[in-house]
């Protein structure tokens, strides 16, 4: 695996925040192996995608967490820094999720650069598509320019030690744990605009293949999915679990963010938002639920009005994404 310390080759010549650099892609054989024994015969496992350096956030996830019993692990997958351009917040949230299981998603692969000109091409590293627009991009790249300057050089190594990509099981439910993608840590083949498509969804059932997992858990595309795809004969489901975000509201009207909760039993509480059964398992979204006030003024005092994290996503916090509940749960027929 190149690291970020290198400087990459860059995949194309689009705009900085729409390219996927090289050392970003895999292959999706790389889930086709056991996974470690810490992430092996799980109970429950935790999912935690876009946190976005919400510490409110961090802390409901680490109380959610805390109260599950059994053999259980929480991984952060990805993105779990991009507010918190305050160098104490930021090291608050580096050291809560490192003392968990964490990939990198492309903000921690971006800030682990040693130098800006690394970076010049990636942008954030977002490889944002068509739909976004050059204004959204151009604030992302200055957002993680920002970022940069609450990063130290033993906080960008840790940074850069983490992994893209996990394998894990929960009761004989083999998960494939990325970012983006099936082939890249920033993709956005896991995006629920994506997964509208039927023909992109021939090119998924490949990746399930080649991959030899029956799901896999992914973040980065910020709107929550869970999409079902049918095998070759027609009736094994395969599953595509995108939490969203964990650290922005998810739906119109819900301020809540959402973590995936993988386990052999029923989540025992009343933030469930929706979720479906995967042979033995129960898989979940369940809702991160914070003091909106609270929130409010700590993403405030870091990007006020004017800023370009606030101009980006202070109406999201607000009032949620143009996204309802019922888009959510979606399968093959």
């Not at 996927?20 to 056991?34: G, I, N, Q």
């Not at 790249?141 to 996990?166: D, E, F, K, Y």
């Not at 990746?207 to 079902?228: I, K, M, N």
């Not at 049918?230 to 975000?245: C, E, M, Q, V």
Request: glycine fraction near 10%; include cysteine.
């Amino acid at each position: 695996m190149t690291t970020p310390a290198t400087a990459p080759a860059v995949a194309d010549t689009a705009p900085a925040g729409r390219t996927c650099p090289l050392h970003y892609r895999y292959r999706p054989e790389v889930f086709a192996s056991p996974p470690p024994p810490d992430l092996n015969g799980l109970e429950v496992l935790y999912v935690v995608g876009g946190l976005y350096g919400n510490e409110l956030a961090l802390e409901r996830v680490l109380a959610l967490f805390d109260r599950e019993p059994g053999r259980k692990r929480l991984m952060f997958n990805g993105d779990f820094h991009w507010f918190d351009a305050d160098a104490a917040v930021f090291e608050r949230i580096q050291r809560g999720v490192l003392a968990h299981t964490a990939l990198r998603g492309n903000v921690e692969t971006e800030l682990a650069s040693e130098t800006e000109a690394v970076t010049a091409d990636a942008g954030c590293g977002c490889a944002y598509p068509a739909w976004v627009g050059d204004e959204v991009v151009e604030r992302s790249n200055r957002i993680l320019h920002r970022l940069r300057c609450a990063v130290t050089a033993p906080q960008r190594q840790a940074l850069a030690g983490l992994p893209m990509w996990l394998r894990a099981e929960v009761g004989g439910l083999r998960l494939g744990i990325v970012h983006g993608d099936a082939q890249s840590l920033a993709g956005w083949g896991f995006a629920q605009e994506h997964l509208r498509d039927a023909a992109h969804l021939a090119e998924v059932r490949g990746w399930f293949d080649r991959a030899q997992v029956d799901a896999f858990a992914c973040t980065h595309t910020c709107l929550p999915v869970f999409q079902g795809l049918r095998g070759l004969d027609g009736s094994h489901l395969r599953w595509i679990f995108n939490n969203g975000a964990t650290g922005m509201p998810n739906f119109a009207g819900d301020p809540a963010g959402l973590l995936t909760r993988v386990a052999l039993t029923p989540f025992a509480g009343a933030g469930r938002r929706f979720g479906v059964r995967a042979g033995a398992v129960y898989v979940d979204a369940i809702a991160v639920e914070v003091d909106p006030e609270a929130w409010r003024e700590s993403f405030l005092r870091q990007w006020p009005e004017g800023s370009d994290a606030h101009a980006s996503y202070f109406g999201r916090i607000e009032r949620g994404p143009a996204y309802r509940l019922g888009d959510a749960i979606r399968i093959e027929e």
